[in-house]
């Protein structure tokens, strides 16, 4: 079985400052690892994803992630904050190669960014 | 524009009312999803899609059905909709085949059953 755990609900940032939207994971062989940012009212929308190579990925709207095998986690950064960046943000995995879907979506961080 | 096109954005009905949200995606994909929102429980999959008249349960099916006669269509029914299955749905779609492509998303039907 696999599983994504966000083990912050909210997280709050100074705009300017980097941010940090933690993420871990779990699944028997390799992970597909996505992030997606959804705004009020809006679908998900993807920002990244990490398939293989390097570890560091980077994404929409100046985003990245980095991907961490030992410690299983796929973080998502980036180096200075927006209001804009306010957002619902999911995690998501799948295993490479599992079968017909198998996504698995994190509970989802909320993203507050102050002035 | 490549869309995934939901409708209706908004319903309010009342139990056992059989209902329809349509899906439709104008990207040629092959793959088609369903899941609904709860708070606290992040994004469950109902059904999914690999293809015209290939379809499957996802993680929580009970309640629901769907059907793929189109490519392009992929229409989520409530035969008798219960106040449990007030939530927030989101259709998807991606290019079969390719588990590694990230899925677009509609923007999402909020139903409320009283």
């Known amino acids: 079985a696999q599983s994504v755990a966000q083990p912050e609900d909210q997280v709050n940032v100074a705009e300017g400052n980097p941010l940090t939207v933690k993420c871990t994971y779990s699944?028997?062989?390799?992970?597909?690892l996505f992030w997606y940012v959804q705004y009020p009212n809006r679908g998900l929308q993807f920002l990244l994803k990490?398939?293989?190579?390097?570890?560091l990925v980077k994404g929409s709207y100046g985003f990245e992630a980095e991907f961490n095998k030992s410690q299983t986690s796929f973080h998502l950064k980036k180096p200075s904050a927006l209001v804009s960046d306010s957002a619902l943000y999911f995690c998501?995995?799948?295993?490479?190669?599992?079968?017909?879907?198998?996504?698995?979506f994190g509970k989802g961080t909320h993203l507050i960014i102050q002035p | 524009e490549a869309q995934v096109t939901q409708n209706p954005r908004y319903l309010i009905t009342v139990t056992g009312k059989k209902l329809t949200v349509t899906c439709s995606q104008n990207?040629?994909?092959?793959?088609m999803s369903w899941y609904r929102q709860d708070p606290g429980l992040g994004l469950r999959q109902i059904y999914y899609s690999m293809n015209v008249e290939v379809t499957d349960k996802g993680d929580v099916p009970e309640g629901y059905k769907v059907s793929r006669k189109e490519k392009r269509n992929f229409p989520l029914i409530l035969e008798s909709p219960s106040p449990n299955q007030t939530s927030l749905y989101f259709c998807a779609s991606r290019s079969g085949g390719y588990s590694n492509q990230p899925q677009h998303f509609g923007d999402g039907t909020r139903l409320s059953i009283l």
């Open positions: 699944v028997s062989g390799n992970p597909y």
């Open positions: 998501a995995v799948r295993e490479s190669g599992g079968g017909a879907d198998g996504l698995t």
């Open positions: 990490y398939i293989t190579g390097d570890n």
């Open positions: 990207m040629n994909h092959e793959y």
